[in-house]
């Protein structure tokens, strides 16, 4: 590879980096062209990007990085990363899922708002909700007094309506 090939290639890491929500490391050794064009196509759904890179341009597209020096250690064997730029816990799910279903695809790590995950951190982050369903818990939150405070006004003439209905029952019961 030229050198011009790799400081372009260092440069589009950085900004990657710069942008992301989150990234997960993955070892791919043993997935086949097709397998990993599946995992692609899944990343691809969710809008995150994956691209197998080199351990020693990754390390150095991270230098100026606070996770710098703890990414390192995991940037050994062929790494493959996955960027959210949206939702954080996008691709340690599809990589937890995919996981599952294919073990030759091994997590190495993830970095999340200036930290360093271990495969154990990318497997809780995967169990969190995703920003979907975060907005949807939170559209619920907003709407709970709404609608509980509309409950509470037709409670008034529904309850009255009842009351009619009972008093009409019982003239009727009496004739």
Same mark, same amino acid.
């Given at each position: 590879m ?12 950085k900004d ?7 990234a997960?490391?993955?070892d791919?050794r043993?997935?086949d062209v ?5 995992l ?11 691209? $197998?890179v080199?351990?020693? +341009?990754l390390?150095i597209? #991270?230098q100026?990085? =606070?996770?710098?020096d703890?990414?390192l250690?995991? &940037?050994?064997?062929?790494?493959g990363?996955a960027?959210s ?16 279903k294919?073990?030759k695809?091994?997590?190495k790590?993830?970095? $999340?708002?200036?930290q360093v +995950?271990?495969?154990k951190? #990318?497997v809780?982050l =995967?169990?969190m909700p995703?920003k979907?369903?975060? &907005?949807?818990?939170l559209l619920?939150?907003?709407m ?6 509309v409950r509470l006004?037709a ?10 209905d009972a008093r009409?029952?019982?003239?009727e019961?009496?004739?």
């Amino acid at each position: 590879m030229e050198k011009a090939q790799k400081i372009a290639q260092i440069s589009e890491l950085k900004d990657r980096f710069a942008r992301m929500s989150s990234a997960v490391v993955t070892d791919f050794r043993g997935l086949d062209v097709e397998t990993m064009n599946s995992l692609r196509n899944e990343f691809r759904r969710i809008g995150a990007e994956y691209k $197998v890179v080199k351990n020693k +341009l990754l390390g150095i597209a #991270v230098q100026e990085q =606070s996770y710098h020096d703890a990414l390192l250690p995991y &940037l050994n064997n062929p790494s493959g990363v996955a960027w959210s730029y949206d939702d954080p816990s996008g691709p340690a799910k599809v990589i937890v899922d995919f996981s599952k279903k294919n073990d030759k695809l091994k997590i190495k790590c993830a970095v $999340v708002d200036g930290q360093v +995950l271990d495969e154990k951190g #990318v497997v809780a982050l =995967s169990k969190m909700p995703g920003k979907k369903e975060l &907005l949807g818990m939170l559209l619920a939150t907003f709407m709970a007094p709404a609608s509980g405070f509309v409950r509470l006004m037709a409670a008034g003439p529904t309850n009255f309506v009842y009351l009619l209905d009972a008093r009409r029952r019982q003239l009727e019961e009496k004739k």
